[in-house]
């Protein structure tokens, strides 16, 4: 990305972006990487149904109901919110895949997960045989699907490249630790999805290291949370500017909750002068585009 690059004062070959946005199902996005696993697991245990959770715009569940279609199962998911009266965002691409949504007012992760095991229950009564995927997919098994793109990302990136992805459940960043072997070669930009995503991070690794047959990674998870601003899925000024500059530059379209918060983490790492200009960076980009078509940032970029 070398007219953003340039606009921030990185010397030219140092940022570069790693496109998970584009990675073929549902319309795209890192969790497709944790759903080969995941399917995989599903299958192989004889299950018929994918059930998992997530925020009303979840990418997560969206990619999961595209993720069951396309294996020939059916996806049930417990959403935190309610459905508006129109459909918005992910909704309209759930809606499309023929979801099966259990809506349960505010969201709160305590509660989520609870209506996720009676649902779990309720299908099993039911007579389905329903695999059950946590929050964001970050499981041990899901988290393998990093472990493999941190084997991309060392063959593909620059000697010596600092990762930037967004942490929202822990998963990503657990996995591409794991790969890389030192939790220095990633900065993750929390999100706000979940409290102490740090904790989350040191506690998946030790499975996801054993479950893969890599040693535990190095050193400590590294958590940016300058970015959380008024809490998960919020607008954020800085968020907005960094989704315009990466649109106008260079094309590219990150989105307003996970990946354009870490682009405004990587932004403000460069002008604080934490990054070097000639530090080489990967951005990782996870998808989410839908996003934007909700509601609440409709009309962000309105005003030019």
């Excluded at 199962?73 to 979801?99: I, K, M, P, Q």
């Excluded at 099993?124 to 695999?131: F, I, K, L, M, V």
């Excluded at 996995?175 to 740090?198: K, M, S």
């Amino acid at each position: 990305m070398d007219r953003l690059g340039r606009e921030l004062g990185f010397a030219d070959g140092a940022l570069w972006v790693k496109r998970d946005d584009l990675t073929g199902l549902g319309g795209g996005g890192n969790k497709v990487r944790k759903l080969e696993f995941l399917v995989g697991a599903a299958l192989a245990q004889g299950c018929d149904t994918l059930l998992t959770c997530g925020a009303t715009q979840s990418n997560h569940v969206r990619l999961t109901a595209a993720a069951a279609r396309a294996s020939g199962l059916s996806c049930t998911a417990v959403l935190g919110g309610r459905r508006h009266e129109r459909a918005d965002g992910n909704v309209v691409l759930d809606e499309l895949f023929g979801l099966d949504v259990v809506w349960i007012g505010a969201y709160d992760a305590g509660r989520v997960g609870t209506v996720l095991a009676e649902t779990a229950m309720r299908l099993t009564a039911e007579g389905r045989h329903p695999y059950e995927i946590p929050l964001g997919g970050a499981s041990e098994v899901g988290t393998l699907g990093y472990v493999v793109a941190a084997g991309e990302l060392a063959a593909q990136a620059p000697l010596g490249s600092l990762v930037y992805t967004a942490t929202g459940t822990g998963g990503t960043q657990t996995g591409l630790v794991v790969g890389l072997g030192h939790h220095d070669r990633v900065r993750g930009v929390d999100v706000g999805a979940i409290p102490d995503v740090g904790a989350r991070i040191e506690a998946l690794s030790a499975g996801v290291a054993s479950l893969s047959g890599h040693p535990l990674p190095e050193g400590r998870p590294q958590i940016d949370q300058s970015q959380i601003g008024d809490g998960y899925a919020t607008r954020s000024e800085a968020v907005r500017e960094a989704l315009v500059m990466a649109a106008r530059l260079e094309g590219l379209i990150f989105d307003p909750v996970y990946s354009g918060r870490a682009l405004a983490g990587l932004i403000a790492d460069r002008r604080s002068g934490r990054l070097a200009p000639d530090q080489p960076v990967v951005m990782l980009h996870t998808g989410g585009m839908p996003a934007l078509f909700a509601d609440r940032f409709r009309d962000w970029f309105a005003d030019g």
